[in-house]
Each structure stands twice: as C-alpha cells, then as structure tokens.
T-cell receptor, first 113, second 112 residues
Framework: NAGVTQTPKFQVLKTGQSMTLQCAQD?????MYWYRQDPGMGLRLIYY???????DKGEVPNGYNVSRLNKREFSLRLESAAPSQTSVYFC????????????FGPGTRLTVT | QQQVKQSPQSLIVQKGGISIINCAYE??????FPWYQQFPGKGPALLIA?????SEKKEGRFTISFNKSAKQFSLHIMDSQPGDSATYFC???????????FGAGTRLTVKP
C-alpha cells in the first residue's frame, strides 16, 4: 500500500511555462484534494474532487486547473506558471467511511523563476 | 483572511513539559476540528480530531480541548519529547470535510 503518491518531487519552471502535477492514491478513496503550502500561511485548498467526475474550487483556485482522471488519479495543471505559484504542493485523499481523515502525499516543491 | 487563527507561531518546550497550541475560528458551520503533525520534508499526518459534541478528546499524550461558545480549540501535548518536534497545524471544516481550512502552523521544538 503506497498511500498517496505524487510526481515529480521537485520542479523548476520559468515564468509562462506549463506543467502538470500528478497524484495517485491506492486506498479506494472517493475524495481527493490539492493544497499549496507557503510559509506562514498553512495549507490552502486549491481544488477538490468529492467523487470521480466532479471537481470544485477551493480557497485559491486562480491560475490552476484540475482533472479527476479516474477514481485513483487527480492531476493539477499550471497553464502559465507565475513566480507567485512557487510553493510546495500537496495532494490528499479521504473517504467518509474512514472518518474523513485526509491522507497526504509527500509533496512537490515547485519553483517558478 | 484566514478563517482559522493559530498561535503561537513557534514554541520551545523542555523535555517532559507541556506544549499548548491554540486555535480560534469564526465560521459556525465548522464541525470537524483535526490537528495535523508535519515533519520536515513530509506531508502532514492526522494526529487527533474532535467534533463539537464533546469538549475534550484524549489520545495518549495528546489532548484536544474544545470550547464551542468561544469558538476556540487547543492541543495539549503532555510529557513532550524531542521526537514531538515538528510543525503542528489545526484545521476546521464543515460536515462534508471537503473545504478544510488550516491554521498557519506552529513550529514546536522540544529541547532534551
């Protein structure tokens, strides 16, 4: 059981470049989430997917898009990266029958220059 | 603005001491209050959580105290150990847990 996996672990982009962060979970969870973590700000929800085929905006969705590819996978896309998107990105998953505990992946450290 | 306010930003405690971290919220729709522990280079992991129908929950050395009328909750770590040194986040969400709001985090250092 790998839990929640994220790729890549590190990425450096130039302003204006695009990229997709990948996330997969093997716990058969219905809900998946993308957060960003910045110093002094805690974690902020970017998008979430309550179930396969649905996505909703969180607290800070601007500049991002998501795709819930199937029950296992939830990707986050930056279409035109900006320095303000330099952050550590975490994917998480949860299931109502598991008490709604969110299980987090190891994170992707993204730097936009 | 942040919907969950956490204090202090950093905390230094001697081994064996009590660590106390406080959080306050405004949104009365919140009804699930977890605490997460994060070690450097890792993702956060659930430590303990409470719902507002109880005022206290204890798991080992970790206790959440919850004051619904004051809209405040706190984490107490008894007999703090160097291995407890980490960043702690409080959070809150409404009943479906799909819009979790986190505090800014507290960096705890337990000195041996």
């Amino acid at each position: 059981n790998a839990g929640v996996t994220q790729t890549p672990k590190f990425q450096v982009l130039k302003t204006g470049q695009s990229m997709t962060l990948q996330c997969a979970q093997d716990m058969n969870h219905n809900s998946m989430y993308w957060y960003r973590q910045d110093p002094g700000m805690g974690l902020r929800l970017i998008y979430y997917s309550a179930s396969e085929g649905t996505t909703d905006k969180g607290e800070v969705p601007n500049g991002y898009n998501v795709s819930r590819l199937n029950k296992r996978e939830f990707s986050l896309r930056l279409e035109s990266a900006a320095p303000s998107q330099t952050s550590v990105y975490f994917c998480a998953s949860s299931e109502a029958t598991d008490g709604y505990e969110q299980y987090f992946g190891p994170g992707t450290r993204l730097t936009v220059t | 603005q942040q919907q969950v306010k956490q204090s202090p930003q950093s905390l230094i405690v001697q081994k064996g001491g009590i660590s106390i971290i406080n959080c306050a919220y405004e949104n009365t729709a919140f009804d699930y209050f977890p605490w997460y522990q994060q070690f450097p280079g890792k993702g956060p992991a659930l430590l303990i959580a409470i719902r507002p129908d109880v005022s206290e929950k204890k798991e080992g050395r970790f206790t959440i105290s919850f004051n619904k009328s004051a809209k405040q909750f706190s984490l107490h770590i008894m007999d703090s150990q160097p291995g407890d040194s980490a960043t702690y986040f409080c959070a809150a969400s409404p009943n479906n847990n799909n819009d979790m709001r986190f505090g800014a985090g507290t960096r705890l250092t337990v000195k041996p």
